[in-house]
């Protein structure tokens, strides 16, 4: 009959679901503005064991990424709380960014996660605009503020320019998930820079794992 009245863990849970950073018509990607809140009423619980976060997140804006990794371990540190992530679909790129977060990442064995890199992406509209008659004006004041128009010829040093770019922010995430998961990740798994594998997790759960991990943390 005691155990009735036995008190419950409370653990809070934090839901990140969807593209990183403000996107589309309503803005309805996660931000760190709109889940700053959230994460320090989640880490104020102060008899809370831990912060579950599960992640479901093909990523996104890297800045916002970094903002929400960043704040999760600020406020992990300061009330001494430990971090358990929960990869659903998906926790790639900046969503696995987030994750790294976690003192312990788990994930279901046909979740994808790592993809550990960065893209930039566009298309050309030169051919077509000569073809309906367009011509393109452009009138810049300071080098390089018509960097990769889509509607003028690629230039070899805006490629490069933008290459360079997306080699300085590729070092800053493997420096993130070597210094967070470099104990559980072999050296050549974080050199290799993209995986689609679960080898970026602690432990991969079937169905009934999962309820069973779930459980030992009190949800």
Same mark, same amino acid.
């Given at each position: 009959?005691?155990?009735?009245?036995?008190?419950?863990k409370?653990?809070?849970?934090?839901k990140?679901?969807?593209?990183?950073?403000?996107v589309?018509?309503?803005?309805?990607?996660?931000?760190?503005?709109?889940?700053?809140e959230?994460?320090?009423?989640?880490f104020?619980?102060?008899?809370?064991?831990?912060?579950?976060?599960?992640?479901n997140?093909?990523?996104?804006?890297p800045?916002?990424?970094? &903002?929400?990794?960043? $704040? +999760?371990r600020?406020?992990? !540190?300061?009330?001494?709380k %430990?971090?358990?992530v929960f990869?659903e679909?998906?926790?790639a790129?900046?969503?696995?960014?987030?994750?790294?977060?976690?003192?312990?990442?788990?994930?279901?064995?046909?979740?994808?996660?790592?993809s550990?890199?960065?893209?930039?992406?566009?298309?050309?509209?030169?051919?077509l605009?000569?073809?309906?008659g367009?011509?393109?004006r452009v009138?810049?004041?300071g080098?390089?503020?018509?960097?990769?128009?889509?509607?003028?010829?690629?230039?070899?040093?805006?490629i490069e320019?933008?290459?360079?770019?997306q080699?300085? &922010?590729?070092?800053? $995430? +493997?420096?993130?998930?070597? !210094?967070?998961?470099?104990? %559980?990740?072999k050296?050549?798994?974080v050199e290799?820079?993209?995986?689609?594998?679960?080898?970026?997790?602690?432990?991969?759960?079937?169905?009934?794992e999962?309820?069973?991990?779930?459980?030992?943390?009190?949800?």
């Amino acid at each position: 009959m005691l155990s009735v009245f036995k008190k419950k863990k409370i653990i809070p849970h934090i839901k990140l679901a969807g593209v990183i950073g403000n996107v589309g018509k309503f803005k309805q990607g996660i931000d760190f503005s709109g889940q700053e809140e959230i994460i320090l009423k989640a880490f104020s619980v102060k008899k809370a064991p831990c912060v579950a976060i599960t992640i479901n997140s093909p990523g996104g804006s890297p800045v916002q990424s970094h &903002l929400i990794f960043n $704040f +999760i371990r600020q406020q992990a !540190k300061k009330n001494k709380k %430990k971090v358990i992530v929960f990869a659903e679909d998906i926790a790639a790129s900046g969503g696995y960014l987030i994750a790294c977060a976690g003192d312990e990442i788990y994930a279901n064995s046909s979740s994808i996660i790592g993809s550990i890199g960065v893209i930039y992406s566009s298309f050309g509209f030169t051919e077509l605009i000569k073809k309906i008659g367009v011509e393109r004006r452009v009138h810049t004041a300071g080098k390089n503020k018509s960097t990769l128009d889509p509607f003028l010829e690629e230039k070899k040093e805006d490629i490069e320019r933008l290459k360079n770019i997306q080699l300085d &922010l590729h070092k800053d $995430f +493997i420096n993130v998930v070597e !210094k967070s998961r470099g104990e %559980k990740l072999k050296k050549s798994e974080v050199e290799l820079k993209l995986s689609s594998s679960n080898d970026h997790v602690d432990q991969v759960a079937n169905i009934l794992e999962e309820k069973s991990i779930w459980q030992k943390y009190g949800l």
